[in-house]
């Protein structure tokens, strides 16, 4: 696979070694991040943001 085009690339809050926290059920326990306790929904949204904005840019660039 070939690198992505630089304008791809952008940095976001936490990576890769940020903790994951435990998931007990449809709840996370956050053990070093904040909210302590947050919805599993809640945690994904953030990330599923950046990846529905990324998947349009790319439907604009393939037309």
Known sequence: MKRPP???IENLDGG??????I???NTV????DK???ESLQD???????HVIE???ELKKISN
Do not use: S
């Open 6 to 8: 630089q304008e791809f």
């Open 16 to 21: 890769h070694l940020k903790p994951l926290g």
């Open 23 to 25: 998931q007990l059920g």
């Open 29 to 32: 326990i956050n053990f070093f």
């Open 35 to 37: 909210p302590l306790i």
């Open 43 to 49: 945690r994904n949204r953030g990330f599923e943001h």
């Open 54 to 56: 990324l998947l349009e």
